[in-house]
Each structure stands twice: as structure tokens, then as C-alpha cells.
């Protein structure tokens, strides 16, 4: 059983449209975060939301947690190339457990 | 650069080598882990080290054994692999769980 589900699993998109992928659960998670992975690399953090229903802006991407703690989604507006990678969401339970999603890999066409 | 590093980079071995991954972090981090990602699955926590002692062992097979000598350095020992362990072995740190720093992982190949 995936604790985290991420959608859509695959999306390729042309520069300039806007884009929401999302992260679901079942299960209550104390916070939730997003990486962005590009190929041959490790992932790299953009935000963690802890408060349920809250809403973070990075630039173009902003990030919303649901208010009962179980899901999350990423809106990117204006998508450029340089926005293309594996989107991955992560939910913290407990000091050490750390459970990733499915992933969405986004292709940005110039 | 995200204070984490790995080495190598790519490793190819033989069902009966044995071969050792290596990360060290630079951050003062408490913390580190053993992630492994492969194809179409999530990223799957192997191993958790809290200040050198282990945490977590999230049921990996005995031919993956980690080492963490102190808190900046850690190991993954592998020994007798089977052709599935093929995979991206990724290494992290972190003060708290909500924010780990990775390395770029190891991209290893067991034919």
C-alpha cells in the first residue's frame, strides 16, 4: 500500500502554461514537503508546509496543504524549461519516518 | 552543491564482489540516511543513523550493511547482490526531518 499517490505521474507541457500536480493520502502527517530531482542528481527541498491549510509562494510555485493534513498540491504558474524534473511530495510521521510519493515528472517545451 | 557527497558516482559489480558506498556530509547534521530509488517506486528508506547509532533498519537484507563511523560519515557495505538491487543508492542529512539535504547518489549496476 503507497501511502503517498502523486498525479498525474507523467505530464509535458508547453513553456508558458501553468500546471497543478497533486499528493494524496489517507494518513495525517505532521508536515509535508516538496523536492524537485533533476537527472543524475539528488532531490532538493523547495518547501515544507506544516499547517493545515496553509499556502507557501516560491517564485512561481506555490505550494497548499490541505486542512486536514493529508494532502498537498503544487501550482506552477508561467512554466519555463528550467521547471522541468521529478516532483516528488514527502509526509513526516514521527521524528525519523520520512515517506516519499510516487512522483510526477515534468517536461517543459520550450 | 548541497554539503552532501557520495562516491562514487557509478558502480558496476558482479553477483559475488563487495563494494562499499561513502557519503559525508559537511553541514553538522545529527542525522543521516540510506535511501534507495529505483524505477517506478518511491523512494524507499533503507537505514537511519541519529548521532553514529542506528534508528532505523527498515527491513533491508543482511547483504546491505551500513557503517557510521561519527556523524559526518557513513557507509553502506554490499555484498553478494542479486541483479534487482540495481538502483540509485541516495545518501542525506538533516538536523530535523523535515528538511534533508541529499547527495547525488550512486548509480549502481549489479549484472
Known amino acids: 500500500t503507497q501511502l503517498l499517490e502523486q498525479s498525474p505521474q507523467f505530464l509535458s507541457i508547453q513553456e508558458g502554461e501553468n500546471l497543478t500536480v497533486y499528493c494524496n493520502s489517507s494518513?495525517?502527517?505532521?508536515?509535508l514537503q516538496w523536492y524537485r530531482q533533476e537527472p543524475g542528481e539528488g532531490p532538493v527541498l523547495l518547501v515544507t508546509?506544516?499547517?493545515?491549510?496553509e499556502v507557501k509562494k516560491l517564485k512561481r510555485l506555490t505550494f497548499q496543504f490541505g486542512d486536514a493534513r493529508k494532502d498537498s498540491s503544487l501550482h506552477i504558474t508561467a512554466a519555463q524549461p528550467g521547471d522541468t524534473g521529478l516532483y516528488l511530495c514527502?509526509?513526516?510521521?514521527?521524528?525519523?519516518?520520512?515517506?516519499f510519493g510516487t512522483g510526477t515528472r515534468l517536461t517543459v517545451i520550450p | 552543491e548541497t554539503g552532501v557527497t557520495q562516491t562514487p558516482r557509478h558502480l558496476v559489480m558482479g553477483m559475488t564482489n563487495k563494494k562499499s558506498l561513502k557519503c559525508e556530509q559537511h553541514?553538522?547534521?545529527?542525522?543521516m540516511y540510506w535511501y534507495k530509488q529505483s524505477a517506478k517506486k518511491p523512494l524507499e528508506l533503507m537505514f537511519v543513523?541519529?548521532?553514529?547509532?542506528?534508528?532505523e533498519n527498515n527491513s533491508v537484507p543482511s547483504r546491505f550493511s551500513p557503517e557510521c563511523p561519527n556523524s559526518s560519515h557513513l557507509f553502506l557495505h554490499l555484498h553478494t547482490l542479486q541483479p534487482e538491487d540495481s538502483a540509485l543508492y541516495l545518501c542525506?542529512?538533516?538536523?530535523?526531518?523535515?528538511?534533508?539535504?541529499f547527495g547525488s547518489g550512486t548509480q549502481l549496476s549489479v549484472l
Open positions: 542525506a542529512s538533516s538536523q530535523v526531518i523535515e528538511k534533508l539535504f
Open positions: 494518513s495525517v502527517f505532521s508536515s
Open positions: 508546509v506544516v499547517t493545515g491549510g
Open positions: 514527502a509526509g513526516a510521521r514521527g521524528a525519523n519516518n520520512l515517506f
Open positions: 553541514l553538522g547534521h545529527n542525522a
Open positions: 543513523y541519529n548521532f553514529k547509532e542506528q534508528t
